[in-house]
């Protein structure tokens, strides 16, 4: 996949390409319903398919001092991307001169002048332009007066609600990483590279890779049956695992990160990038009365995720 963060260097060929419009902050069936529409006008028409979002989130950039609430960081976005058959993403820079087009200035400086699409699919509640004036209305007018098609797609539910990013942020809170998979249509994933940590658990018997999560949304704190993708290098492949989330509360105040225990595994992993999945929530953070007592529940909780892991077929 060819990531595109400028309009200045597209590739004439490329011009011409059915995308799909968004922040797409988790990639949750819904988003899917609207990438695939574009993929699938795309393969039609025999041109270029490709997904625009923005970086950064515009919600990170007009309220920059929010609590995190991003699903995903861009590379773990991209990744998902990719496995939805995605060639192109544009990842424009959602900057301050972004933020001061009109709905018309944008579908006529961004969307023909910049990328050339024909074809551009929007969920059915998408906004766009200064102050948020455009809808999918708005942008399917424009269309009709700049040459390109616009397919508004209708949202994604069960029945009761509708899939969105806010509510896979509450599942995770809660504690319910099976009912956010169930919106999401994959585990939830936190990617990132291994830093060096305090190595307390490599002295308990558990060396564990450690993650940070700075800039997410936090899900619970408490312990994970996790699958592991260890994404480069020489341990390349997929893993179990049990994994605590938090800020280990046995050991002072520690900034939040997510410490990952591969099963059967022995390597070093220190800068490697990994993509975990959280897959069952198995107790929240507590403090014991003494080391023996954590190791022991330790073991336990290694114990139930190869259990949880081993009945699950991952995604």
Not at 299 to 304: H, L
Request: glycine share 10%; charged share 20%.
């Amino acid at each position: 996949m060819r990531i595109i963060r400028s309009t200045a260097t597209t590739d004439p060929a490329e011009r011409g390409a059915s995308i799909a419009m968004g922040n797409f902050d988790g990639v949750h069936l819904g988003h899917q319903a609207v990438i695939g529409l574009a993929l699938e006008a795309a393969r039609a028409a025999g041109v270029p398919a490709g997904v625009v979002t923005f970086e950064p989130h515009p919600r990170s950039f007009f309220a920059p001092d929010a609590p995190p609430f991003r699903l995903m960081n861009p590379a773990a976005r991209a990744h998902r991307l990719q496995k939805l058959g995605v060639g192109l993403l544009y990842e424009l820079p959602f900057n301050a001169a972004l933020a001061r087009l009109t709905a018309e200035d944008f579908a006529r400086d961004i969307l023909v002048r910049g990328l050339g699409v024909s074809h551009v699919v929007v969920g059915q509640d998408f906004r766009f332009g200064r102050g948020r004036a455009g809808d999918a209305q708005t942008l399917a007018r424009l269309g009709a007066e700049l040459g390109f098609a616009v397919t508004a797609a209708p949202l994604v539910s069960d029945g009761d609600t509708d899939y969105s990013s806010t509510a896979i942020r509450q599942a995770l809170e809660e504690g319910r990483p099976a009912d956010a998979r169930r919106m999401l249509g994959h585990w939830h994933r936190i990617e990132a590279r291994v830093e060096h940590g305090d190595a307390r658990g490599r002295e308990l018997g558990f060396p564990t890779a450690n993650l940070p999560i700075d800039g997410l949304h936090l899900p619970a704190f408490g312990v994970y049956a996790v699958t592991v993708d260890v994404l480069e290098g020489p341990h390349a492949g997929s893993y179990h695992g049990a994994a605590s989330l938090g800020v280990r509360p046995m050991f002072g105040e520690n900034r939040p990160n997510l410490e990952v225990f591969l099963f059967d595994f022995s390597g070093d992993l220190y800068g490697t990038e990994l993509s975990v999945g959280l897959v069952d929530f198995q107790r929240p953070e507590l403090r014991f009365d003494g080391l023996p007592a954590l190791i022991a529940q330790m073991d336990r909780d290694c114990a139930q995720a190869r259990a949880t892991l081993s009945a699950r077929a991952p995604l």
